[in-house]
């Protein structure tokens, strides 16, 4: 980093990471921040001499201690949202999570029915063959006090009665059986595949602490989304929140190819 100086560099940038906050400063572990001598050279010399320098993820607080703080000027930077709950990938997860509990779930549910269905056409079918013995023990009974005629009619009228309230019973179980499985999988049965909504302000900014230390070191924080970017002209800075935010990295990378482009178009 010693040979860092505007006359070998255009612009220079800052990819943050945990190194930033605990190597090139001592933010992470320190109540007074301090940046690294070089690092707060370099960040002295690209400003004087109007070159643009570009910061992510917690790098921006470089800017805060050394510009701001130090030398009192009034940069704009953004470190994402404050917040203190973990969102994005980790909801992803959760998500998951749940979507495998609710198969399985599901697919115990449809095991059940199914052993009841074989339970109640089995239960149906022995129900079937009692009605049809008391029937025949019924129609000789009459058979032998009446007639064959009588017999045969009474017979029938029996065993037509039992087979009836014996299969409404069976029917209105696995009705009920039935419309249990699909009130408890709905979610399952849809095929609305339309992604979650949105977060709410404030969820997936894990470190959203560093927003208020920021402030207090006199920098001008705007809460921007981990796609956004913050540009100023003044200072010639340009930041994005990148990994502050929970997110995947494909939000990242659109954030941070943001700032790559603005850096550009200020050489």
Request: charged content about 15%; hydrophobic content about 55%.
């Amino acid at each position: 980093m010693q040979d860092l100086t505007p006359s070998v560099a255009d612009a220079v940038v800052f990819p943050g990471g945990f190194g930033a906050a605990k190597n090139l400063s001592n933010f992470a572990v320190s109540s007074a921040p301090e940046a690294d001598p070089e690092v707060a050279r370099v960040l002295r010399e690209f400003h004087a001499a109007g070159r643009p320098v570009g910061m992510c993820c917690i790098a921006p607080v470089l800017a805060a201690i050394v510009l701001a703080k130090e030398d009192g000027v009034r940069v704009k930077i953004t470190l994402g949202k404050k917040g203190s709950r973990g969102g994005g990938s980790e909801r992803g997860r959760q998500l998951a999570a749940v979507a495998v509990a609710a198969a399985v779930a599901a697919a115990a549910v449809a095991a059940v029915a199914v052993a009841l269905a074989v339970s109640l056409a089995v239960s149906l079918a022995v129900a079937l063959a009692v009605a049809v013995a008391v029937a025949v023990a019924v129609s000789l009974a009459v058979a032998l006090a009446v007639a064959p005629a009588v017999a045969l009619a009474v017979a029938l009228a029996v065993a037509l009665a039992v087979a009836l309230a014996v299969a409404a019973v069976a029917l209105a179980v696995a009705l009920e059986i039935m419309k249990f499985w699909l009130d408890n999988n709905k979610k399952l049965l849809s095929d609305d595949s339309s992604p979650p909504p949105p977060l709410p302000p404030g969820e997936g900014w894990p470190y959203g602490g560093a927003v208020d230390k920021a402030s207090e070191m006199g920098a001008e924080v705007e809460e921007l989304s981990v796609d956004e970017v913050c540009v100023d002209a003044d200072n010639r800075l340009v930041t994005t929140p990148a990994f502050m935010y929970d997110g995947e990295f494909h939000q990242v990378q659109d954030g941070v190819g943001k700032m790559v482009g603005e850096l550009v178009r200020m050489i």
